[in-house]
Protein backbone atom coordinates (compact mmCIF):
# COMPACT_ATOMS: atom_id res chain seq x y z
CA UNK A 1 0.00 0.00 0.00
CA UNK A 2 1.13 3.14 -1.34
CA UNK A 3 1.23 5.62 1.79
CA UNK A 4 -0.30 9.29 0.72
CA UNK A 5 2.19 12.07 0.37
CA UNK A 6 2.04 14.57 3.58
CA UNK A 7 1.41 18.15 2.98
CA UNK A 8 1.99 20.46 5.90
CA UNK A 9 -0.55 23.80 6.21
CA UNK A 10 1.09 26.75 8.09
CA UNK A 11 -1.27 29.63 8.77
CA UNK A 12 -2.11 31.37 12.09
CA UNK A 13 -5.93 31.03 11.24
CA UNK A 14 -6.94 27.94 12.90
CA UNK A 15 -11.03 27.78 10.98
CA UNK A 16 -8.76 28.26 7.69
CA UNK A 17 -6.35 25.50 8.91
CA UNK A 18 -9.03 22.93 10.03
CA UNK A 19 -10.77 23.86 6.59
CA UNK A 20 -7.44 22.87 4.23
CA UNK A 21 -6.92 19.74 7.03
CA UNK A 22 -10.50 18.30 5.86
CA UNK A 23 -10.20 18.87 2.03
CA UNK A 24 -7.06 17.86 1.79
CA UNK A 25 -7.87 14.66 3.73
CA UNK A 26 -10.58 14.14 1.33
CA UNK A 27 -8.09 14.13 -1.36
CA UNK A 28 -6.23 11.57 -0.03
CA UNK A 29 -3.09 13.67 1.42
CA UNK A 30 -1.86 13.35 4.85
CA UNK A 31 -1.87 16.52 6.46
CA UNK A 32 -0.43 18.30 9.06
CA UNK A 33 -1.03 21.24 10.40
CA UNK A 34 0.77 24.64 12.18
CA UNK A 35 0.03 28.20 13.63
CA UNK A 36 3.22 29.08 12.90
CA UNK A 37 6.27 29.03 10.91
CA UNK A 38 8.55 28.26 13.95
CA UNK A 39 6.24 25.20 15.12
CA UNK A 40 6.45 24.09 11.78
CA UNK A 41 10.48 24.07 11.43
CA UNK A 42 10.40 22.82 15.28
CA UNK A 43 8.59 19.69 13.93
CA UNK A 44 9.59 16.34 13.19
CA UNK A 45 7.39 16.47 10.05
CA UNK A 46 9.84 18.67 8.56
CA UNK A 47 11.61 16.09 6.44
CA UNK A 48 8.44 14.25 5.60
CA UNK A 49 6.48 17.45 3.85
CA UNK A 50 6.26 16.49 0.42
CA UNK A 51 4.18 19.94 -0.41
CA UNK A 52 4.13 23.12 2.28
CA UNK A 53 1.29 25.39 1.61
CA UNK A 54 1.80 28.53 3.81
CA UNK A 55 0.11 31.60 4.30
CA UNK A 56 2.21 34.97 3.06
CA UNK A 57 1.17 36.82 6.06
CA UNK A 58 1.96 35.48 9.75
CA UNK A 59 2.83 37.24 12.34
CA UNK A 60 7.31 36.31 13.74
CA UNK A 61 7.46 34.61 10.71
CA UNK A 62 5.95 35.16 7.04
CA UNK A 63 5.23 32.59 4.61
CA UNK A 64 7.80 34.46 2.45
CA UNK A 65 10.21 34.27 5.57
CA UNK A 66 9.57 30.62 5.87
CA UNK A 67 10.00 30.02 2.26
CA UNK A 68 13.42 31.97 1.88
CA UNK A 69 14.53 30.38 5.08
CA UNK A 70 14.09 26.56 3.76
CA UNK A 71 15.46 27.63 0.68
CA UNK A 72 18.92 29.09 2.43
CA UNK A 73 18.63 25.79 4.74
CA UNK A 74 18.70 23.40 2.26
CA UNK A 75 15.09 22.21 2.36
CA UNK A 76 13.70 21.71 -1.16
CA UNK A 77 10.38 21.02 0.04
CA UNK A 78 7.43 22.58 -3.09
CA UNK A 79 5.69 25.52 -1.69
CA UNK A 80 2.54 27.01 -2.25
CA UNK A 81 1.65 30.35 -0.81
CA UNK A 82 -2.01 31.89 -0.06
CA UNK A 83 -2.63 35.12 0.67
CA UNK A 84 -5.74 37.53 1.60
CA UNK A 85 -3.77 40.71 0.09
CA UNK A 86 -1.94 39.88 -2.72
CA UNK A 87 1.21 42.05 -3.35
CA UNK A 88 2.92 42.37 -6.95
CA UNK A 89 6.51 42.44 -5.02
CA UNK A 90 5.94 39.40 -3.17
CA UNK A 91 4.24 37.37 -6.57
CA UNK A 92 7.43 38.50 -8.38
CA UNK A 93 9.67 36.96 -5.39
CA UNK A 94 8.04 34.18 -4.61
CA UNK A 95 7.75 33.27 -8.50
CA UNK A 96 11.76 33.74 -8.22
CA UNK A 97 12.53 31.84 -5.71
CA UNK A 98 10.49 28.79 -6.93
CA UNK A 99 7.30 28.97 -5.40
CA UNK A 100 5.06 26.56 -6.82
CA UNK A 101 2.14 28.59 -7.11
CA UNK A 102 0.88 31.92 -5.41
CA UNK A 103 -2.94 31.85 -5.06
CA UNK A 104 -5.32 34.45 -3.37
CA UNK A 105 -8.24 33.56 -1.01
CA UNK A 106 -10.66 32.62 -0.90
CA UNK A 107 -9.14 29.67 -2.65
CA UNK A 108 -10.48 27.75 -5.86
CA UNK A 109 -10.59 24.12 -4.48
CA UNK A 110 -9.79 23.27 -7.95
CA UNK A 111 -6.58 25.41 -9.20
CA UNK A 112 -5.62 24.41 -5.47
CA UNK A 113 -5.20 20.81 -6.17
CA UNK A 114 -3.70 21.10 -9.54
CA UNK A 115 -1.07 23.39 -8.09
CA UNK A 116 -0.68 20.40 -5.06
CA UNK A 117 -0.73 17.65 -7.77
CA UNK A 118 1.61 19.59 -9.48
CA UNK A 119 3.52 20.11 -6.41
CA UNK A 120 3.64 16.80 -4.97
CA UNK A 121 4.66 15.00 -8.66
CA UNK A 122 7.91 17.46 -8.89
CA UNK A 123 9.59 18.48 -11.52
CA UNK A 124 6.96 21.58 -12.44
CA UNK A 125 7.02 24.88 -13.02
CA UNK A 126 6.58 27.55 -10.59
CA UNK A 127 2.90 29.42 -11.56
CA UNK A 128 0.93 32.19 -10.03
CA UNK A 129 -2.67 32.47 -10.06
CA UNK A 130 -4.26 36.38 -10.93
Given at each position: ????SLVSVVDDDEAFR??????????????????????????????????????????????????????????????????????????????????????HKPLDEAVLMDCL??????????????
Amino acid sequence: MVEPSLVSVVDDDEAFRDSMRRLLKSHGYAVAVFPSAGEFLASSLLPATACLVTDVHMPAMTGVELCEYLIATGHGIPTILITAHAEEGVRQRMSSLGAECYLHKPLDEAVLMDCLRRAVAGGCKPRVVP
